[in-house]
T-cell receptor, first 113, second 115 residues
Framework: DAKTTQPPSMDCAEGRAANLPCNHS???????VYWYRQIHSQGPQYIIH???NNETNEMASLIITEDRKSSTLILPHATLRDTAVYYC??????????????FGTGTRLQVTL | DSGVTQTPKHLITATGQRVTLRCSPR?????VYWYQQSLDQGLQFLIQ???????AKGNILERFSAQQFPDLHSELNLSSLELGDSALYFC??????????????FGQGTRLTVV
């Protein structure tokens, strides 16, 4: 799996857009970018994923650069409940080969009043 | 509610003991994954089962074992427990055979404390 790099922490004011970057410069052509988040000690929650086109759902938008070496998760109107650790994972979906899957340390997003 | 049920929610036990953590996947999901998260650490993948068979193995200690039963629920067995085994243990399920898919749903975890 391609390695990802995320800033350890970010702050965002409530109501503003939160833009969380992720570098994945060694991504291969068939690897997707996934985002999950973990609100304090709860189970991780799937947010969004994409291959090369920008994606949007009810939770967030995912912007992937044209060269696919980086991406940005956008929470358009952050609320206090969005305070969590956000994980960027690069992976081939449905990849059957056994491999070690380890979440990175992610970005701890703190949304403040 | 993700639909994945883990029991118990909390477990306190002594060193050297053995415990069993249980996971009921979402209805119809064939894959079950187990993860360990120590205090302030990232999620470490332990093992995956698909329709009763082991599919992928991560950093799982020899003292740990898992299985998936015909009704698709899974159990993670931890033996000869050490203080360092204290952690949150998460189970996730997916309908897909691959190690990751979009439909990976996590339970709320079992917090194991070894004293």
């Amino acid at each position: 799996d391609a390695k990802t790099t995320q800033p350890p922490s970010m702050d965002c004011a409530e109501g503003r857009a939160a833009n969380l970057p992720c570098n994945h410069s060694t991504i291969s052509g068939n690897e997707y970018v996934y985002w999950y988040r973990q609100i304090h000690s709860q189970g991780p929650q799937y947010i969004i994923h994409g291959l090369k086109n920008n994606e949007t759902n009810e939770m967030a938008s995912l912007i992937i650069t044209e060269d696919r070496k980086s991406s940005t998760l956008i929470l358009p109107h952050a609320t206090l409940r969005d305070t969590a650790v956000y994980y960027c994972i690069v992976r081939v979906p449905n990849h059957g080969t056994a491999s070690k899957l380890t979440f990175g340390t992610g970005t701890r997003l703190q949304v403040t009043l | 509610d993700s639909g994945v049920t883990q029991t118990p929610k909390h477990l306190i036990t002594a060193t050297g003991q053995r415990v069993t953590l249980r996971c009921s996947p979402r209805s119809g999901d064939l894959s079950v994954y187990w993860y360990q998260q120590s205090l302030d650490q990232g999620l470490q993948f332990l093992i995956q089962y698909y329709n009763g068979e082991e599919r992928a193995k991560g950093n799982i200690l020899e003292r740990f074992s898992a299985q998936q039963f015909p009704d698709l629920h899974s159990e993670l067995n931890l033996s000869s427990l050490e203080l360092g085994d204290s952690a949150l243990y998460f189970c996730a399920s997916s309908p897909l055979s691959g190690v990751w898919g979009t439909e990976a749903f996590f339970g709320q975890g079992t917090r194991l404390t070894v004293v």
